[in-house]
């Protein structure tokens, strides 16, 4: 079983739609979570992080995390072609210095 | 002004060739890290180091060997290139503690022919 699962997709969805895009993992001892943003033929980039459960929002992107099931999720407002990417949740900390374990990313579409 | 970067940017070369990988980070950070993302967009660790010491080494065949002459330059060097090596190869930065916020570089496309 991975650490961290992440339904790939692909998803599509029209122009200004609420995005939601989840993952789960399994190692309780994650202490950070976080969502990177692929842009095609690109490095991953940082989109947000957050240590504890709850919201964290963003501008159009919040990111939630339930720790008690273990579920991850960001959330993208107002939907724009501009945000079609692969998004990769990402979780870690088990110690100081610790690797990043990633999930394997959704590649999502928004049609203009 | 590039905050991690990586040279070559594509790389084609033959099975049983060596090859290198270069990477600079100018964020003054002092960790820093080496990911293969196969074709299915997956991104896993292979090393990391803390001011040019070894401190994650995932289960890598040993024909990877990583080298950082400074904090600021992580290289990783290939022996024996294989056909299951073909991957994007990704550096990233951090400071020491703070692995939730790295800075990855554009990548490196390996494929061996």
């Known amino acids: 079983q991975k650490e961290v699962e992440q339904d790939p997709g692909p998803l599509s969805v029209p122009e200004g739609a609420i995005v939601s895009l989840n993952c789960t993992y399994s190692?309780?001892?994650?202490?950070?979570f976080m969502w990177y943003r692929q842009y095609s033929r690109k490095g991953p980039e940082l989109l947000m992080y957050?240590?504890?459960?709850g919201n964290k929002e963003d501008g159009r992107f919040t990111a939630q995390v339930d720790k008690s099931s273990k579920y991850i999720s960001l959330f993208i407002r107002d939907s724009q072609p501009s945000d079609s990417a692969t998004y990769l949740c990402?979780?870690?900390?088990?110690?100081?210095?610790?690797?990043?374990?990633f999930g394997e990313g959704t590649q999502l579409t928004v049609n203009p | 002004d590039t905050a991690v970067s990586q040279t070559p940017k594509y790389l084609v070369t033959q099975m049983g060739n060596d090859k290198s990988i270069k990477c600079e980070q100018n964020?003054?950070?002092?960790?820093m890290y080496w990911y293969k993302q196969d074709s299915k967009k997956f991104l896993k660790i292979m090393f990391s180091?803390?001011?040019?010491?070894?401190?994650i080494n995932e289960t890598v065949p040993n024909r990877f060997s990583p080298k950082s002459p400074d904090k600021a330059h992580l290289n990783l060097h290939i022996n024996s290139l294989e056909l299951g090596d073909s991957a994007v190869y990704f550096c990233?930065?951090?400071?020491?503690?703070?692995?939730?916020?790295?800075?990855f570089g554009p990548g490196t496309r390996l494929l061996v022919l």
């Open positions: 990402a979780s870690g900390g088990e110690t100081s210095g610790s690797r990043l374990t």
């Open positions: 190692n309780s001892a994650f202490q950070y």
């Open positions: 957050t240590y504890s459960s």
């Open positions: 964020l003054g950070h002092d960790t």
């Open positions: 180091y803390n001011n040019k010491e070894l401190i």
């Open positions: 990233a930065s951090s400071q020491f503690g703070r692995s939730e916020t790295q800075y």
